[in-house]
């Protein structure tokens, strides 16, 4: 059953990376075609995601940014130009307009950075149908009925347990992927922007993880002791999650499985898009 839940995420994960980094649309869409569309805005990069009415993968792009701190809009003008030009990207690729989106927050930040995401969505000119809790846009991707999602992005790690497809605990913690980056830079000292590019160095990643190690371990205490049961299946999303070795380290502290999908950094904006309708 576990492994079902991901060979269907890890389906349209494929699909979704390919067109991601195509530029292509994966079918042709009608203009008058109804398109649900989803806008993640992160601390690392804003992603935009859409779908057919079917929830069946159509179109996806991104840009890097730093307009979101923290998982809250701190640059309103600079968020807004990004969407924008996704959204040009996506219509201009489609042929059609999108004409409406849902958004999303990290868990209890609250009704006010609520409003400033329905802001940035509204003022690029598409309606805004929702704003939803990031890792509820995950566990809905992932069709997660029972289970905790652990959602590790740049600057938040998100985690929320499912019990007969409810939410019953969710925390949210001020550590993600750039911790990483500053304990490398600590290590080699290097500025941040080389931290980065180190860290994502496939060719490097054995050394690298060796260092970042206790990060992850960290990481995976937060889950153990979050002040409530983990359920299984534990699942890590999010791009800080992107090493090979990540969920060995998770499952050792958890003294569980540990599942993570392709592409995990995908995984939330297209659960955001879901809910657009
Ligand atoms: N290949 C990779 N190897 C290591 N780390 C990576 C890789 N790709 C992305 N990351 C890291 O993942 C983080 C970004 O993840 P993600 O895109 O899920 O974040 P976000 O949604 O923008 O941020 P948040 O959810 O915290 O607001 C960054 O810290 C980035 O350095
Ligand atoms: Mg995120």
Same mark, same amino acid.
């Given at each position: 059953?576990?492994?079902?839940?991901?060979?269907? +995420?890890?389906?349209?994960?494929?699909?979704?990376?390919? !067109?991601?980094?195509? /530029?292509?649309?994966?079918?042709?869409?009608?203009?008058?075609?109804?398109?649900?569309?989803?806008?993640?805005?992160?601390?690392? +990069?804003?992603?935009?995601?859409?779908?057919?009415?079917?929830?069946?993968?159509?179109? =996806?792009?991104?840009?890097? /940014?730093?307009? *979101?701190? /923290?998982?809250?809009?701190?640059?309103?003008?600079?968020?807004?130009?990004?969407?924008?030009?996704? &959204?040009?990207?996506?219509?201009?690729?489609?042929?059609?307009?999108?004409? %409406?989106? $849902?958004?999303?927050?990290?868990?209890?930040?609250?009704?006010?950075?609520?409003?400033?995401?329905?802001?940035?969505?509204?003022? %690029? =000119?598409? !309606? $805004?149908?929702?704003?939803?809790?990031?890792?509820?846009?995950?566990?809905?991707?992932?069709?997660?009925?029972? =289970?905790?999602?652990?959602?590790?992005?740049?600057?938040?790690?998100?985690?929320?347990?499912?019990?007969?497809?409810?939410? !019953?605990?969710?925390?949210?913690?001020?550590?993600?992927?750039?911790?990483?980056?500053?304990?490398?830079?600590?290590?080699?000292?290097?500025?941040? /922007?080389?931290?980065?590019?180190?860290?994502?160095?496939?060719?490097?990643?054995?050394?690298?993880?060796? *260092?970042?190690?206790? *990060?992850?371990?960290?990481?995976?205490?937060?889950?153990?002791?979050?002040?409530?049961?983990?359920?299984?299946?534990?699942?890590?999303?999010?791009?800080?999650?992107?090493?090979?070795?990540?969920?060995?380290?998770? +499952? &050792?502290?958890? &003294?569980?499985?540990?599942? &993570?999908?392709?592409?995990?950094?995908?995984?939330?904006?297209?659960?955001?898009?879901?809910?657009?309708?």
């Amino acid at each position: 059953m576990e492994k079902e839940i991901l060979k269907n +995420s890890n389906e349209q994960l494929k699909k979704f990376a390919m !067109i991601v980094n195509g /530029d292509k649309p994966m079918r042709k869409v009608k203009p008058e075609e109804k398109l649900k569309a989803g806008v993640d805005l992160g601390t690392s +990069s804003i992603v935009l995601t859409v779908l057919d009415s079917k929830n069946r993968i159509v179109y =996806g792009a991104y840009e890097y /940014d730093h307009a *979101v701190q /923290d998982g809250i809009v701190v640059n309103f003008m600079e968020s807004v130009n990004i969407l924008r030009r996704l &959204k040009e990207k996506a219509e201009k690729v489609l042929g059609c307009e999108l004409k %409406t989106a $849902c958004g999303a927050i990290p868990p209890k930040t609250g009704e006010k950075s609520a409003k400033v995401v329905a802001n940035v969505i509204e003022e %690029t =000119g598409m !309606i $805004c149908t929702g704003i939803e809790d990031e890792p509820t846009a995950a566990a809905k991707f992932l069709r997660l009925v029972n =289970g905790t999602v652990v959602d590790i992005g740049g600057g938040t790690t998100g985690i929320s347990v499912f019990k007969n497809n409810k939410l !019953i605990h969710v925390i949210d913690e001020a550590t993600g992927g750039f911790h990483m980056t500053l304990v490398l830079g600590g290590r080699y000292k290097i500025k941040n /922007d080389e931290a980065e590019q180190l860290k994502r160095d496939k060719d490097k990643e054995a050394e690298v993880y060796a *260092v970042i190690k206790p *990060v992850v371990e960290k990481m995976a205490a937060i889950v153990q002791n979050m002040g409530a049961e983990v359920i299984d299946p534990v699942i890590v999303v999010g791009g800080a999650t992107n090493f090979t070795e990540f969920t060995n380290t998770f +499952s &050792k502290t958890l &003294k569980r499985k540990v599942y &993570k999908p392709l592409y995990p950094q995908f995984v939330t904006p297209l659960g955001i898009a879901m809910f657009d309708d």
